[in-house]
């Protein structure tokens, strides 16, 4: 742990600071838009459209790497990024919005190809693993600081834009003046979607839903809030309590995934997560209840992500799970592009209460597939399972590739453990 973090703390200090100014534009336009008085749909429509610049980006990042190069393209998205974020309070309209957060989506997707490449290159076969939990940690600790900057300024105002800006441009110093040599890029030749599908039902399934689910839970929490009343402290500690149940129960959910059928686990988080939900809608008018449904709800649903990405991997060849993770990040892509309109229509609809409604059916419809998935396809056996590697729903193809790596490590070192320990004949 030690050796990962002296040759990579420039890098993860760069992507935490990345990571606290995406955190936080979420959430101040989420509160800004409604000062502005944009409705609930018009907000679930600029929301959607970062995921859809994100899906953009991951595609056609790697073809503009290979042609310009790592330090270019960081630079040009970067700059771009900046000024983006100081003109939305200039330009306070839906449309614009919009289009500037179309353009934010693609520019950060590009910039976490770019970043976690450097990451991934700066880790050995033996510090992969602890790197990408390391990297992980460093995610949701950058999300969950960026909510206290929430009431730290006037969301009515500039200067959190502002902040917004500068943390971003800093961010690219320790990262651009790092000693880290610049890695080559290659990608995997992708399975075919049909492929994966064909593979893990299940899996393809789960992983579209959690693209609905962690992008409502990106994109319309603070929405929700100030639909709900709250004040700007109270949303603050809304948005973050999601993603501070993530980081606790990640590694311990990872765990028990593990030793056990994967899709029982499914299906007991999926159940549990859509009875949060339910507690959610029923006890809105309790912060503290309201609190604790999030925090809980967050440490099901973020680790179900990767939860479900072990299990598609427990169907593949070592040499298909990179191929198949960049199928994952598009069907979670598509997801996450629907997620916030469809909230934000029913918000629109029936009220604030809708936002915990769309949360609780996506996780109910889960949990009913994965019990009928068990009727029709066996468990694969103890022998067959590989390890559960971290990996967050805003990941990049490059993390992606990350993480199936660091799973066919311990995939591999399972085996070797095995084989040592069984009587020489």
Known sequence: MIDVLRSSWALLLGMLLLMVGNGLQGTLLGVRGAIEGFSTLELSIVMSAYFAGFLGGSRMAPEMIRRVGHIRVFAALGSMISAALVL?????????????????????????????????????????????????????????????????????????????????????????LSATPTPAFETTKPMSLREVLAVSPLGCAGIFVMGGVYSAMFGMSAVY????????????????????????????????????DRRVLILAISVLAAALAVVGVLGGGLFWLLLSAA????????????????????????????AAGGRLIF???????????????????????????????????LAVYAAYRMTVRPAPSSDETGSYAP???????????????????AAQEAEETEDKSQPAV
């Open 391 to 409: 990996v967050m729903a805003t990941t990049s193809p490059v993390a992606m590739e990350w993480a199936q790596e660091a799973f066919i490590e």
């Open 88 to 176: 939305f309070p200039v330009l306070t309209d839906p449309i614009s919005w919009t289009v500037l957060r179309v353009i934010i989506g693609f520019c950060f997707s590009a910039v976490y190809v770019t970043a976690e490449s450097w990451l991934n290159n700066a880790a050995t076969n033996e510090t992969r693993g602890k790197a990408l939990s390391i990297y992980m940690v460093v995610q949701m600790a950058g999300i969950v600081s960026a909510q206290g900057l929430l009431v730290l300024g006037d969301p009515s105002g500039y200067t959190l834009f502002i902040v917004l800006s500068v943390l971003v441009s800093l961010s690219f110093a320790p990262i651009l």
């Open 225 to 260: 809030g100030t639909e709900a009343g709250l004040g700007l402290g109270q949303i603050s500690m809304f948005v973050a309590s999601f993603y501070v149940g993530g980081l606790l129960l990640q590694y311990p959910i990872g765990w028990i995934s593990d030793r056990m």
């Open 331 to 365: 069907i979670n892509g598509v997801g996450a592009i629907f997620g916030p309109l469809a909230v934000g229509a029913i918000m629109g609809a029936i009220g604030p209460s809708g936002y915990f409604i769309y949360l609780a059916v996506l996780m109910a419809t």
């Open 295 to 322: 925090f809980l709800f967050g440490g099901m649903a973020n680790p179900l992500y990767a939860l479900l990405v072990a299990y598609t991997n427990d169907f593949l060849e070592h040499e298909q799970m990179a």
